[in-house]
């Protein structure tokens, strides 16, 4: 299963056309790829002006064939023209699903949570970490969504914590996200978000394989970054219609 994560900002004058592009992009992506899994948008808490686009593909062949259709082309070229001010993009494996879906596969996981492949590129990148959980009526209270990646125990303090961001979903009142970008697998691996006052999140790791972002590049979109060795297991999954 591919995770792809597009943080957008468009232009202040532009942020109702992005959204009205996006809409239109799913029906097409139906019509013409088959392995779109799931796609919501988020608005970004933290950084005001900014979304979160976070899309689940079966495999990466279904990634690579929306990509290459003239409808994305044209999207993009029409964002990046007169829409984005900026943007930055991260393309990668999940690796753990606390909930996964029944018909896509997690092929990093055994039923231990361990990372089965031999291959040392599976153990090579950068990580993120998505968190959903449903927040209910406090979700809309900005004290408590400033507190909550204190509340679900995420070490603010540690210096493979690269970078995170609280989202709060466009379609789903009550629905927010925190996207956590980690140094390593073992920072990523090693976190296990708990919340006392709400349903049990969902909650995702990601072995980033692509990462560019608009101006300042980000990092090419075959960039690879070497991790430490000895990072610890992920938690073990079972598979869920989730």
Known sequence: M??????????????????????????????????????????????????????????????????????????????????????????????????????????????AGRLVRADPATRIGRWATLTELDGGEQAADASWREQLPLRLGLPLGSADLLDYSVFASIYTPGKLAVLVSWASHGAAAAWRPLLADAPAPRHRAVRIVRDHGMHDGQGGPGERHAEPSGAPSLPRQEPSDG
């Not at 013409?32 to 686009?53: A, C």
């Not at 062949?61 to 023209?81: I, L, M, N, Y």
């Open 2 to 111: 591919y995770s792809v994560l597009f943080e957008v900002q468009p232009k202040q004058e532009r942020y109702a056309d992005y959204l009205r592009l996006a809409s239109t992009l799913k029906p097409r992506v139906d019509r013409r790829v088959d392995g779109l899994i799931d796609n919501e948008r988020f608005e970004d808490t933290r950084r005001p002006g900014w979304l979160l686009s976070h899309s689940l593909w079966r495999d990466e062949k279904a990634v690579t064939r929306w990509q290459a259709t003239v409808e994305h082309h044209a999207a993009q070229a029409h964002g990046r023209a007169a829409i984005f001010a900026n943007y930055h993009v991260r393309v990668g494996d999940v690796c753990y699903d606390s909930h996964p879906p029944s018909r896509a596969a997690i092929p990093f996981q055994d039923r």
